[in-house]
């Protein structure tokens, strides 16, 4: 049973001379902790048998504290929507404003769209209007819609064959106008405008 007390009255063993009961204040203003260190002598005795632990207290550094600090809301994920782009412009939908129509061979009696902007004329199945003529290039000519100037305008893309309107060839390129007959090859088609000069798109997509 302990009988010693220290200084305020806390009973301690005899073999201690600090009070583990009693922190001691740091030069920082802050209580210091109290940590158990065992007690190693050179040349162990019979009191140090008796006694293997002591009490040592060592100051530990005051942690500040932060009042009123303000906590910050973890990141939130959020969902861009990203609008598509039609037709390589960004933003603009491309509207049909004209048709070619075939007038002979196996397009006979068949429309095709053409939009706003480009429209690629060729043998290849990935362009706008797909010509299946073996006198027809890959990439053979543009037509091509301007709603700024309501202009029609058809390019040869450097053909073999060439391109003809009304059985014109163009040097290299024309305006189209209404009824004009275009052929590819041995493929022709009629061309009919949707817009002109007092009929057209206008940015909210109403037709004027």
Known sequence: MADKRCSNGHFIDEAWDICPYCPVESTTGAPDVPI?????????????????????????PAVPKRENAPVQAPPMERTVAVQKIEGGLAG???????????????????????????????????????????????????????????????????STNGTYVNEVEIEPRRDLSGKDIIRIGSHRFLFMPLCHEGFYWDDEGVLK
């Open 92 to 158: 603009a939908k491309r509207y049909v404003v004209a048709w070619l129509v075939g007038i002979n061979g196996a397009t006979r009696g068949e429309s095709y769209p053409v939009r706003i902007g480009r429209n690629v004329l060729g043998r290849d199945r990935k362009s706008d209007i797909c010509v299946n003529d073996d006198q027809a290039s890959s990439h053979h000519a543009d037509l091509v819609f301007r709603p700024e100037e309501r202009r029609f305008i058809l390019m040869d893309h450097n």
């Open 36 to 60: 158990v260190r065992p007690r190693v002598a050179a040349h162990p005795t019979a009191e140090a048998e008796a006694e293997p632990f002591r009490l040592v207290t060592t100051t530990m």
